[in-house]
Every structure is written in C-alpha cells, then in structure tokens.
C-alpha cells in the first residue's frame, strides 16, 4: 500500500512543468501579437524599437513605464537611471578550512570567468599556512583584488560568513557570489547566475552541482547512487522553482544580494545552513532561483565513512531545520508552497520508502508478496527515471547515457539506497530525542 504514495513529489513536479509549458505557449502565441511589457526584456525590446522594425506594430506601451523604473527599489532591477542595462558587482566569498593546496586552482577557476568579479575573500580558521599563500598567490592574480579574512573564534561556515558581510572594513559588491575551495567552475557560472537575477524579488540563485568519482572502491559504492539521484533530480529542482518551492540552494555554489544578507544572516543553530537560509528567505516572502546552466562539479569525498558522515549531517540539518522552522506551516506563512508543494510530500515519500526498503528482510518472511511487489516496483521505477528525468529537464539526448549508467551502476544504487534510508530514519529519531531531551540549543553549525 505505501507504494502507491511513491510517485507523489514526481506527479506535483510533472504537473508543474507540464502547466509551465503550456503557459510558455500561450505567451508565445500572445506576443505574436504585442509583446510583453510588464519585465524589463520587454521595456529593452521596445526601447530598441526591434519590435517594431520586424512587424510593423508598435507595442502599447504604459506611460508609467519608463527607462530604469524596474531598477528604482534595488540593485536587483536590471536598469539603470539612465536606461542602460546594468552590471551589479560580484564579491566571491570562498570557503576554505585547512584546504591550502586547492586555493591556486580556485584562483584559476575564479579569474576565467567571463563576468568580471569586484572582489576574492578567502575565509578561513587560518590552520595551516593558507593567508602567507593567499598574499604570495595575490601577485600572480593581478586581475583579482584578493582579500584574507580571518577571525578568532570564527569557524563555522555559516558563522564566517555573517561577520565578513558585517565587516566595515570589507567592501562587498551588489551580489555575493559563495563557494567552496576546489570546486571547478565553468567560464559563465557567474554571469549565469546574475542573469538569473530578473525580478525584484529574486533574494538568491542557486547552481547545479555534481560530484564526480574518486579512486576509492568504497566511497564510490555510495557515490555513484548519490549521484544518480542528483541527476534524477535536476527537473525537481526546475520545477520547485516555478513553484517558488526550492528545498536547498546548493551551499557550494550560490549567490545573494548583499542587501539581503544585510537584513538576515545565515542561520548557526543547524548542521545546514544553506537549507537552513532557503528557507528562512522564503519564509520572509523573497524568491529563490535556480540556474541549471550555472554548472559546478567538484571530486566527492574519498571515503565510505565521509560519505556516511556527509550524509548524516545533511539528514540531520533537514531534520533539525523543520523544527527550527516550523512556523512555515503556519497559516501566516509566507512559504506555504514550499511547506506544501515540496517539504510535506517529501517527508510522505521518505519515511514510507525508507521505512519499507530497512523492514524488507521482515516482509519478505511475513509478507513475501508485498515484499516482491515493492522490488518490483522500485526497479521499475529506478529505470523509468533516466528516461523521464532528461525530459523533464529538456535533456533528451542524454537517455541512452543515463540508461547505460543506471543499469551498470544499479549494485551501487541499491547500495545507497538501502544506507541512505537507514541514515535518514537514524538521524531523524536523533533529532527527535534531542527535542524530547530539550538538548536543541547544542545544535550548532560546526562540523
């Protein structure tokens, strides 16, 4: 019986997209006619006067729109006062801790990028020699205007990461750009995600992320069912976002505005801050993007007992932030599509799916037609997904690839899945006796 809830978040998703596409058409076939107005592509378009150069109509435009008014409440309009599309400037903020040998490769990927950056601060716990190598490296990157920002008694991420941004001595450009040491960045991740800062209310844009094999046969029995889910997952995310409904911005590759971090700092009190800070911005009524094209990918860890520990701590700080923020689910909150269109039927899907694959042994004896008839399913379902998946994320080149990986690397899936469930139900009955014992102010955001 629980099975039949399975397809519960990919039925809200599908639905979505489908009814994203269909409004796509009509306003296509609408702006055959006159184009939109009411966004500042609009406005540029009219400004141009392209429109009226390749039909012969002009547009009716209002009188109150007018060259740079989108631009007038913040740095997130894309106009200026005097009606020339505008350049916000980036800061990057990099996270390091203890990982001097990877900053002159982050160096690289960070002066590549075809969006040109204001500012590079290093943050860091300083324990090793990472600021002599920070100001050695400055010389090398002259493009760059590299910062070292460290503090005393400073070493969570989320914790870095508020005092530099209230730091007077640090000048942080319109957006801030975060990520983590060695991650590998494409030329236009950057600009990307600025240009995916098209509505006022847009507070943060988040990447794709993935993570790619490491030489250890162990850690890879659990990365490669770790990263099949990613990618299975990537039309979830272009769907959550028309939704406004995006669970997590991915912690190693995001951007804010800086008048947003100014107003709230990332929350400390949770293993994971960056679901922990989604949440909270949509809580207070701002959007979050998503920019798949925006790629980041980065080697996964290098053992099986990190990849256990990674994924014990992002299971907890999922658990820990629904009791942190609970008031969503209120009825005055502002993130009702979130708590109702993502976080409620995920909690459905997993605790039912996760607590069938770990009483399998007990269903086969007890109820081995139950036991079958879940197999069964879950395999079928583990093999419609590359088809379905690529489609969804307009990707359908990639089936055939995605066909072949699932079926060689189905051992390690089912690997995953089967530890991957056993740590989501672990962490969240540990969470739940931190409650009942009242220990939650021992939470914190330090690994």
């Given at each position: 019986?629980?099975?039949?809830?399975?397809?519960?978040?990919?039925?809200?998703?599908?639905?979505?997209?489908?009814?994203?596409?269909?409004?796509?058409?009509?306003?296509?076939?609408?702006?055959?006619?006159?184009?939109?107005?009411?966004?500042?592509?609009?406005?540029?378009?009219?400004?141009?006067?392209?429109?009226?150069?390749?039909?012969?109509?002009?547009?009716?435009?209002?009188?109150?729109?007018?060259?740079?008014?989108?631009?007038?409440?913040?740095v997130s309009g894309v106009w200026d006062d005097l009606g020339k599309l505008k350049n916000p400037e980036v800061s990057v903020v990099v996270s390091s801790h203890n990982e001097i040998e990877k900053i002159h490769n982050t160096l690289v990927n960070i002066e590549k990028q075809s969006y040109p950056v204001k500012n590079v601060i290093f943050s860091d716990s300083n324990l090793d020699k990472t600021e002599s190598l920070v100001n050695y490296l400055s010389k090398s990157f002259p493009s760059l205007d590299i910062i070292y920002w460290s503090m005393d008694g400073v070493t969570s991420k989320a914790d870095k990461i508020n005092h530099i941004v209230d730091d007077s001595n640090v000048d942080l450009g319109d957006l801030v750009y975060f990520t983590d040491i060695g991650l590998d960045l494409e030329p236009d991740t950057i600009k990307q995600l600025v240009d995916e800062f098209s509505e006022e209310n847009i507070a943060a844009v988040t990447s794709?992320?993935?993570?790619?094999?490491?030489?250890?046969?162990?850690?890879?029995?659990?990365?490669?069912?770790?990263?099949?889910?990613?990618?299975?997952?990537?039309?979830?995310?272009?769907?959550?976002?028309?939704?406004?409904?995006?669970?997590?911005?991915?912690?190693?590759?995001?951007?804010?505005?800086?008048?947003?971090?100014?107003?709230?700092?990332?929350?400390?009190?949770?293993?994971?801050?960056?679901?922990?800070?989604?949440?909270?911005?949509?809580?207070?009524?701002?959007?979050?993007?998503?920019?798949?094209?925006?790629?980041?990918?980065?080697?996964?860890?290098?053992?099986?007992?990190?990849?256990?520990?990674?994924?014990?701590?992002?299971?907890?700080?999922?658990?820990?932030?629904?009791?942190?923020?609970?008031?969503?689910?209120?009825?005055?909150?502002?993130?009702?599509?979130?708590?109702y269109t993502t976080i409620v039927p995920s909690l459905i899907e997993s605790v039912l799916y996760t607590g069938t694959v770990l009483s399998l042994p007990l269903l086969a004896y007890y109820e081995p037609e139950l036991a079958q008839g879940f197999l069964i399913g879950d395999t079928v379902l583990s093999f419609a997904a590359p088809v379905v998946a690529p489609l969804m994320s307009g990707d359908s080149k990639s089936i055939v690839k995605e066909l072949y990986k699932t079926l060689r690397y189905y051992p390690q899936i089912t690997v995953y899945k089967i530890l991957s469930s056993a740590l989501w139900l672990g962490s969240g009955a540990k969470v739940g006796l931190d409650v009942i014992k009242k220990d939650t102010d021992k939470w914190s955001n330090k690994w």
């Amino acid at each position: 019986m629980a099975f039949y809830f399975l397809p519960l978040t990919f039925t809200i998703d599908a639905v979505t997209l489908g009814y994203v596409h269909i409004k796509d058409m009509m306003t296509k076939s609408y702006n055959r006619i006159r184009p939109d107005t009411s966004t500042d592509q609009g406005v540029y378009d009219y400004i141009k006067d392209g429109w009226v150069k390749e039909t012969g109509i002009k547009p009716n435009v209002p009188d109150y729109i007018k060259p740079g008014w989108m631009a007038k409440g913040g740095v997130s309009g894309v106009w200026d006062d005097l009606g020339k599309l505008k350049n916000p400037e980036v800061s990057v903020v990099v996270s390091s801790h203890n990982e001097i040998e990877k900053i002159h490769n982050t160096l690289v990927n960070i002066e590549k990028q075809s969006y040109p950056v204001k500012n590079v601060i290093f943050s860091d716990s300083n324990l090793d020699k990472t600021e002599s190598l920070v100001n050695y490296l400055s010389k090398s990157f002259p493009s760059l205007d590299i910062i070292y920002w460290s503090m005393d008694g400073v070493t969570s991420k989320a914790d870095k990461i508020n005092h530099i941004v209230d730091d007077s001595n640090v000048d942080l450009g319109d957006l801030v750009y975060f990520t983590d040491i060695g991650l590998d960045l494409e030329p236009d991740t950057i600009k990307q995600l600025v240009d995916e800062f098209s509505e006022e209310n847009i507070a943060a844009v988040t990447s794709y992320g993935i993570v790619t094999p490491t030489d250890s046969y162990n850690s890879n029995m659990y990365h490669y069912g770790k990263e099949w889910v990613n990618r299975m997952g990537k039309f979830r995310k272009l769907a959550q976002k028309h939704r406004n409904a995006i669970p997590v911005l991915c912690g190693a590759s995001f951007m804010v505005k800086t008048d947003v971090l100014e107003d709230y700092n990332l929350p400390t009190d949770t293993k994971t801050e960056d679901t922990g800070y989604t949440w909270l911005l949509l809580r207070n009524g701002y959007k979050i993007g998503f920019e798949p094209d925006s790629f980041v990918s980065t080697e996964d860890v290098k053992s099986l007992n990190a990849q256990l520990k990674q994924s014990w701590r992002w299971y907890s700080g999922t658990w820990q932030n629904l009791y942190r923020q609970k008031e969503m689910f209120g009825p005055k909150s502002k993130a009702k599509s979130l708590a109702y269109t993502t976080i409620v039927p995920s909690l459905i899907e997993s605790v039912l799916y996760t607590g069938t694959v770990l009483s399998l042994p007990l269903l086969a004896y007890y109820e081995p037609e139950l036991a079958q008839g879940f197999l069964i399913g879950d395999t079928v379902l583990s093999f419609a997904a590359p088809v379905v998946a690529p489609l969804m994320s307009g990707d359908s080149k990639s089936i055939v690839k995605e066909l072949y990986k699932t079926l060689r690397y189905y051992p390690q899936i089912t690997v995953y899945k089967i530890l991957s469930s056993a740590l989501w139900l672990g962490s969240g009955a540990k969470v739940g006796l931190d409650v009942i014992k009242k220990d939650t102010d021992k939470w914190s955001n330090k690994w």
